[in-house]
């Protein structure tokens, strides 16, 4: 073996590189701070199937009470109970779609709130 140096020197790294990597790693905790979930103790899973259900039982049982109602002051049998229970449904699946859209974190913070 020689002494002689090498032809090429070594690469140093260039400080772009860095600094990309720091931005990188500050971007990587961001994002994983703003996708880590909200809800604390309960899983945000269950609490918005629950709140599915009792949309779904509530638009359903609401709009036939409401559709018996009508039916008795009217004299209308069964229409005003077909009525009801169509919009009760209709209702639901209205709620459970706008639920749906919105990201768990604001449903979690609505409960909180109150709204």
Request: charge should be negative; proline fraction near 3%; charged fraction near 30%.
């Amino acid at each position: 073996m020689s002494d002689e140096k090498p032809a090429r020197e070594p690469i140093h790294e260039d400080a772009r590189i860095d600094a990309l990597e720091a931005r990188l790693a500050v971007a990587r905790e961001r994002e994983e701070q703003r996708s880590r979930s909200q809800v604390k103790g309960v899983d945000a899973n269950y609490r918005s199937g629950n709140r599915a259900l009792a949309s779904l039982l509530g638009g359903i049982i609401g709009g036939l009470v409401i559709g018996f109602a009508v039916d008795a002051l009217f004299d209308i049998a069964p229409w005003g109970l077909l009525a009801g229970l169509f919009l009760g449904t209709a209702s639901a699946f209205r709620t459970i779609v706008q639920s749906a859209k919105t990201r768990p974190e604001d449903a979690a913070r609505s409960d909180v709130e109150g709204g």
